[in-house]
């Protein structure tokens, strides 16, 4: 079964940035659409940003989009989300997923295997 594990998250101010990394336990993460999701107390757990398996397809959630950046290396597989001009409100846990199919996508029941998160907090 995939495992998938989050790391890069952290504290940072307003205006800064992290990079996100997802890295998965077997050597076929090329087989996987990956897509970044997040959760802040109280809400809804929500489609950051997606890769499809050869990440010649992406998406970004509206609020993101010029300021985050999703990209692969299968070769490492992992998978990577680059966050800059990070504001407050872009604290949550973020977690990435995994899909097979032929296509990344926003709706996490799509996704079948998932990590356990990693914190991100945005506060001066």
């Known amino acids: 079964q995939l495992q998938l594990v989050e790391s890069g998250g952290g504290l940072v101010q307003p205006g800064g940035s992290l990079r996100l990394s997802c890295a998965a336990s077997?050597?076929?993460?090329?087989?996987?659409?990956i897509g970044w999701f997040r959760q802040a107390p109280g809400k809804e757990r929500e489609g950051v940003s997606c890769?499809?398996?050869?990440?010649?397809?992406?998406e970004y959630e509206d609020s993101v989009k010029g300021r985050f950046t999703i990209s692969r290396d299968n070769a490492k597989n992992t998978v990577y989300l680059q966050m800059n001009s990070l504001k407050p409100e872009d604290t949550a846990i973020y977690y990435c997923a995994a899909r097979h199919g032929y296509y990344c996508s926003d709706y996490s029941y799509l996704y079948d295997y998932w990590g356990r998160g990693t914190q991100v907090t945005v506060s001066s």
């Open positions: 890769i499809s398996r050869s990440g010649g397809t992406t």
């Open positions: 077997e050597a076929t993460l090329a087989s996987y659409n």
